[in-house]
Structures are given as C-alpha cells and as structure tokens.
C-alpha cells in the first residue's frame, strides 16, 4: 500500500473526532478539501445489505481512497463512530459538491482501528439503492406507443385511412389486397367508435350502448388543476376512449392496450409486495404520457400519484435521464421497448426488445402464440431479477464477508449488472407480423403542432397531449453486446425461454408459488442476515467500551424494511454445457415449427431496426 497519505481531521458537525491519514486506493489520488473530513450525517441502518456490497454495486469509482490511524494514539470518538457504522450496518457520509463520499467502517487483520474505505456515488444514489437492495427490488422502465398501447385520434386515423386506400388502389397481388382491405376495415371501424365518442360522449358496439363514466384525475401537485375525464372502457375489446383535454372534444383519443399487461402488472406488485419500481420513458408529450399511464395503472399500484412526475419521463431514451434525482443505478434497471436503437448505446444491452404492438395490421398476433408477448416480458423480468440476486448474494455478499482492510481493491468479486442477464437486444426475436406495416401506429407528431395552432386561436387552454416520437438516425447495426462476467456461471434468461416459451430444463417456482403456463420459475432468496453474522466477525472486531453521544452520529431517514419470507435463491446449480445449449436449440426451433413461426437465430442477419418507427427485418 502506498504510504502517500494525506493526514486528515475527521469532524461531525462542530465535534473533532481525530485524525486519519487518506490513503490512496487502486491507483487513485484522492484528497479531501483542506485535509478534513466533515461528515454531514450518518447513513440509514442495512437490515440485510452490508454497506460495502450496496456501495460496491452503484459506485462507479471504486474505493476513492483508505482511512487509517496515522499513529497508535487511541481516538475514543473515533473508534466508536467505526464500531458503530460496523455492527449497525451504516455509513459516515461527507457530502461534496453534487456527490456523496461514504466511509464504510472495515474490520482489520492488523487490529487496525479505525479503518475506512471511502467511496463516491451521487447525492441519494446510496439511500434509494439501499431500499431496493434491502427489498429485493429492482427498476424497470416502460416505453409507451407500440410497447404498451396503440393510440390514435380522428386525424391519425384519416391519414393511415387515406394511404391505405391509396395502396390498395395500386395492388395488384389479390391477396395482399384482402389483407389491406381487412386492416382498412379495422382502421374505419375504430374510427366510427371514435366520432361516436367525441360527437356524443357515448359509443354503440354490437348493439349495446357505452356511456361516458367521469374519472377524476388525482392532483399530481398543489400547482396543478383538478381534471375529469369523460372515460368509456370496452374491457372484451381492451380498448378505451379518452380526452387528452376534456374540455376540447378534438383530443378524444381511442386507445387499444396490450393483451396480458393485466398479467404483466400483477407480477410486478403481486401480493402487495413491489418485484419492481416502476419507470416511463417516452418521447411523447407530458400530458398524454401522463393520462396513457393512468388508463394503464388506474388505482397507481405500480408508481404512487406522489411520484408520477419523477418517474413518468418525458425525455429522451437515456437511463440517466430517467434516474437523474439519484433513484437508481442503471445497473440495477431494465427496460422493456419495441425499440432499442433510440437508447443511448451503453443503455442498449439493458433493453429487452418486444415485437411492436400492432393491432390494425395483424391483430391476431399477439393472440396467435400460446405465450403473449407481455407474458413473456415477464417471464424475462422474474428470470433477471432472480439471476441478478443469486448473484447478489451467492457471489459478492458471500465474498464481501471475507474482504479486510488490508485486502487490494482489485480483489473485489464483480458486481451483479442487469445487462449480465439479458442476452442480445436481438436474439429470439419474433416477429409479429408488423414487419411490413406500411406506417408506424400511435399519432404523428406533425398533428400535434397543426392541433396546438388550430386550437390556440379558440381555447386559452395548452392542449399539450398528444404524443411525439422523435425519429433519431439510424446507427449502423454493431455486433452484439457482450455478455458480462456472469455469462460462463449462468444462463441467460432469455437463452433458456426465448420469445415463445420456457425451454429450460431446470426446475423454477416463483416467490408467491404461482405457477407459469410453460413452467415453473425463478426461486429466489433473501440475502443473509447480517445479524447472525456478526459472531464470526467478533473475533477481528469488537465493540470499544466508550461510544459517541447518540446525539452525533444518529441515522436519519431509515426507512422500515418489508420482509419477505417467500423468496429464496436458485437451488439448481450453475447451467448446463455447449450439450445442452444445442439441445435448447434444438427444441426451440421444434417449437417454432409447431407453433407456424419464425425461428430467427442468434445470426447478425436477423436484427429488428426501425426506419421512421416501422419495424423492419432482414
């Protein structure tokens, strides 16, 4: 270890604690301001999570620096403060510009105390990832149009109905002539419903009449206004008629939702007990995201109307945009989107890439397949979830219990990544059927602009509601990403169910003991409990007689932590040899035949892009 150490006063608040000598660590130099170190609070208690495996997984600088006794002087205050943060499972934390530096208290081979490791991370970065980490939970992140729902207006409408026309009128083939003559019949039929709804707040559909029913919209702030909605839900049909305004009959909008989102959503807070916080990330306006959200998560079970406005992003598609408050690391996040080019290059690896949502152009997609897509989406959602804390707790917090102050930086197991987990953004991808739709679905953003102008001269009311999606460049298509460190331990969860079902051999159950269609899931477990722990590590480390005053080094903010007795590790083994991926391979490619479907490999000649937001393949 270097000896270019800086001697440091350790202060909280206004009590001088004593002096450390910083150390450099892994090859950085790394000086605190004027040599002292002001801690400003101390971190929430860990009830499951060692501070150094939570600071370990979102620290994206390692260890900053070490902090040491700089002589055999015995510093009571600060030997209790490292006691304290040791046995409770907290940290010190100095707060520096726009980052937080925490001081994780390390037992020693030398008897050498106190001891720190510092680490650096983004103001909230620490507390938010403590909660999930604690909680099992990880973050996923919802595109909206094309992913979730299909949304059109009068106008949308009239367009894609007039192209239509006009491509039919120059077919010649008979067949793909009565296929756009079906996708037309479809197009006028919702359109109908729709001029219904906005001429007369009601809608006939095979002969039974829907009334509007008025739907308050919850305050998101003080600053906002109370909103009602004049709202008709076909249920049978998975449709909803709504106004982006409801004072302007011009923004009723007709809106067909993703078969199985029902089953999606009830995974992902089943039991009352959140698998995942849960993100948007769309490139349409606010008001419009804002109200397609609601009509999917009615009674706000997945994001509390508290923090819609944080965790509905309008932006974009970067994961950094979407956690920019510091309330998760991307590590740590998913996303799932028809489309993964319009993410920022490293966010792509986290992207599970779905089959667009094309209901006009082949509605019986997503019914066709015994396995919808969203069923599927959370299929890959549990297995990545379930890999990412067997790795948690079976590699770092295990290896983490036997790393000393003394020990290199560089000897640190890896982290778990959410990219680890998810192969390819490509790979197994089948295709709907929407390949060669003629025009993407959802509303062109020129109606907005030509909407904002017609109306602004009449309304004194902003119709900002209708969606946007900008058109980013194509990128050349790159190779695939490359797997993480995890990929020779375990599979990936999309190589052992693809797109259409479960072909892993393995046996799976998933923590609530519900059972999937293709087999039984993921059986994860909580991390170890810290408190039995610590008999082992009271022979390195005992508590000092003398203590701080409560009073300085009290955690603020600890959140209670929901226990969950449910959930467990994997009790299979690591994954099987080059053998049995053959034979994965094998019985996927049966299953495809069987099913009528496209088996598109691994190949870089199967890849999804979309020019103007059409999906495309070659």
């Not at 009590?15 to 609070?41: K, Y």
């Not at 199985?260 to 995974?267: N, P």
């Not at 966010?347 to 997609?365: I, S």
């Amino acid at each position: 270890m270097s000896r270019l150490a800086f001697k440091s006063v350790v202060y909280h608040g206004y009590l001088r604690l004593g002096e450390l000598d910083a150390v450099p660590a892994n090859g950085q130099s790394f000086q605190f301001p004027n040599n002292e170190i002001r801690i400003h609070h101390i971190s929430p208690i860990s009830h499951r999570c060692p501070p150094l495996s939570i600071l370990h997984t979102v620290s994206s600088s390692s260890v900053r620096c070490k902090l040491e006794p700089f002589a055999p002087v015995e510093q009571a205050n600060l030997i209790n403060l490292h006691a304290s943060c040791f046995q409770e499972s907290k940290t010190a934390v100095v707060l520096l510009g726009d980052e937080e530096i925490h001081l994780v208290a390390m037992p020693s081979k030398q008897k050498k105390f106190p001891c720190f490791w510092c680490f650096s991370v983004p103001l909230g970065l620490y507390e938010s990832s403590l909660g999930l980490l604690n909680l099992r939970c990880l973050a996923i992140v919802f595109d909206l149009d094309e992913t979730l729902i299909v949304a059109n207006t009068m106008k949308s409408y009239g367009d894609r109905i007039e192209a239509l026309r006009g491509r039919i009128a120059r077919e010649t083939d008979s067949v793909r002539m009565s296929g756009m003559s079906a996708e037309l019949k479809r197009y006028v039929d919702d359109r109908a419903l729709l001029k219904q709804y906005a001429d007369s707040n009601c809608v006939v559909d095979n002969g039974k009449m829907y009334k509007v029913q008025v739907e308050e919209v919850p305050q998101l702030s003080d600053s906002h206004e109370k909103v009602v909605r004049p709202v008709i839900r076909l249920q049978e049909k998975n449709i909803i008629l709504t106004r982006i305004n409801p004072e302007i009959r011009e923004t009723s909008v007709l809106v067909r939702l993703r078969p199985a989102w029902d089953k999606l959503r009830s995974y992902l807070i089943a039991n009352g007990r959140k698998r995942f916080e849960v993100y948007v990330c769309t490139m349409a306006e606010r008001d419009y995201a804002l109200e397609m959200w609601r009509l999917l998560d009615p009674e706000a079970c997945l994001i509390n109307k508290k923090q819609l406005l944080n965790q509905v992003v309008c932006s974009r598609k970067s994961l950094l945009n979407v956690f920019q408050d510091g309330n998760c690391h991307p590590k740590m996040a998913m996303v799932i989107d028809d489309r993964s080019k319009v993410w920022e290059d490293r966010d792509q690896p986290r992207v599970h890439v779905v089959p667009p949502f094309a209901p006009y152009y082949a509605p019986q997609a997503e019914t066709a397949n015994a396995v919808p897509v969203l069923y599927m989406a959370r299929k890959v959602a549990c297995k990545v979830r379930g890999y990412f804390f067997k790795d948690f707790d079976e590699n770092l917090l295990r290896k983490i219990s036997e790393v000393f102050y003394e020990d290199e930086v560089v000897t640190l197991p890896h982290a778990p990544d959410v990219s680890n987990y998810l192969t390819s953004k490509d790979s197994g991808c089948v295709t709907n059927g929407s390949a060669n739709a003629p025009f993407a679905y959802g509303i062109h953003g020129a109606e907005t602009n030509e909407r904002l102008n017609h109306l602004g001269e009449n309304h004194a009311v902003d119709v900002a509601g209708i969606p946007v999606k900008e058109t980013p460049d194509v990128k050349s298509e790159t190779s695939q990403p490359t797997i993480g460190p995890n990929a020779s331990r375990a599979l990936m969860p999309s190589q052992e169910i693809g797109l259409l079902g479960n072909l892993a051999r393995q046996d799976f159950s998933l923590s609530d003991q519900e059972h999937d269609m293709e087999g039984r899931i993921l059986l994860m477990k909580h991390g170890p409990d810290l408190n039995n722990q610590r008999s082992g590590e009271s022979l390195v480390l005992s508590r000092p007689p003398m203590q701080l005053h409560s009073a300085n080094i009290q955690p603020q903010g600890a959140r209670p932590v929901e226990e969950d007795s449910n959930v467990g590790h994997v009790n299979s083994g690591s994954p099987s040899s080059g053998s049995q991926q053959s034979g994965r391979k094998h019985s996927f490619s049966i299953f495809c035949k069987r099913s009528h479907l496209p088996f598109l490999s691994n190949s870089s000649n199967h890849r999804w892009i979309h020019l103007g937001r059409v999906a495309r393949v070659w």
